[in-house]
Every structure is written in C-alpha cells, then in structure tokens.
C-alpha cells in the first residue's frame, strides 16, 4: 500500500509539473510575441507567477478593500504602457482599449466575491482585441501582438473592473471584503487576456 501511494504522489506530482511547464510555454510564446527576448519573457512570466500572492491596497470604503494584484494586474499595466509608447501605437491601442472595455463591461457582473465573468463569455474581449488589432495594424504587422496585448489587458481593466466599481462599492457586505483587480494572478481576465489575443495573433496572423 506505501509503495501505491508513493507511486501515486509521484504521478500527481508529475502530472501537476507538466502543466506547470505547458503554462510557462504558452506565457512564455506570448511575451516573445509581442517583442521580449526570452530572457526578458522569462523574467515577466516568473515575475507574474511570485508576484501574483501579492495584492496592494488600493481604497476601502463600505467594507470593501479595493486592491490590485501585483502579478496578475500591476505587472501587465506596466508591460502594456512599455508597449504602447515603446511601439508607438497609442492611437491605435486606445481605441482598442474602449472596443474591449465596452464587450468587457458587458459579459462581467457585479456579485457579491467581486466582479465575475462566466465561461465562454470571458473569451469575448480577448477575441475581440484579437481582430481589432489585426484590422488596426494591416499595414505594420509587426505592431499586431502590441495592440492585442495593450488593447485586451487594459480593455478589460478598465472595462470590468473601473466601470463597475461603484456597483461593487455600493453593494452591501456583512463583513469586510477584499476584491482585487487581477486576484486570481495568472489566472485572471486582466492577465489573460491579453495573452489569449496574442496568441490568436500569432496563430491569425503569422508569427514575424
């Protein structure tokens, strides 16, 4: 019986460090997409990974705590404004912004664990940063995964989460509450994304 245990702690092990490495892979091809050396992709994605227990306090009122996720949320806002001036697409990705964020507003609601969205609803923002960015850069295909990643993750920001904040703030609660924009780290709408529509990118539109 130790042996069968033993046998099946080291398959559940192995099972849960492929994933874990197919994941890295992914985030991985999407960092490298949008212009990151590798070494550089690495240091973002690891970066995200042990960042993503951190959330910083942003307000309290009404027994909620407002906070951000420094993985899943802060890290992409600063990756996304690196890439909209560092690209020089900051026409192109604001009005991208206000196409994801009216489709994000939308599919996500205001409950009482904070602002959710329900599967495959989620996936509309992300598709729709997709296209858009393909539209947005036909003549400067180089400038597709940029627009896609800034387009998605700040859409979503600002589409789920700022414009819904009031909602949330004036829903009553019995006890305090913390609702953190990017909680879920790696796994949240704000981190992914952005990294769904870049890889739609690469796979629509040819990798360069």
Do not use: Q
């Not at 993985?71 to 912004?97: C, D, H, Q, T």
């Not at 489709?103 to 509309?124: C, D, H, K, R």
């Not at 539209?135 to 387009?151: G, T």
């Amino acid at each position: 019986m130790k042996i069968i245990k033993v046998m099946f702690s080291l398959l559940t092990l192995l099972i849960f460090a492929l994933l874990f490495y197919l994941l890295y892979i992914i985030l991985l091809s999407a960092f490298e997409e949008v212009g990151f050396k590798k070494w550089e992709a690495s240091l973002i994605v690891f970066s995200c990974i042990i960042f993503g227990k951190i959330d910083l306090p942003l307000l309290e009122y009404n027994k909620w705590i407002i906070a951000i996720n420094v993985g899943g949320a802060l890290i992409p806002i600063i990756i996304s404004i690196y890439l909209i001036f560092s690209r020089k697409v900051a026409g192109r990705s604001i009005l991208g912004m206000i196409i994801v964020a009216y489709f994000a507003y939308n599919v996500t609601m205001v409950t009482g664990e904070g602002i959710v969205a329900i599967f495959p609803y989620w996936l509309i923002p992300p598709v729709v940063a997709s296209f858009y960015s393909i539209v947005a850069s036909i003549k400067s295909k180089k400038k597709a995964a940029s627009i896609a990643y800034a387009s998605g993750t700040m859409g979503v920001l600002i589409g789920a989460d700022l414009l819904h904040l009031k909602e949330l703030l004036h829903m009553g609660v019995r006890k305090i509450t913390v609702a953190s924009i990017g909680g879920a780290s790696i796994l949240d709408m704000v981190f992914l994304t952005g990294i769904i529509a870049v890889l739609m990118d690469a796979l629509l539109y040819g990798k360069d």
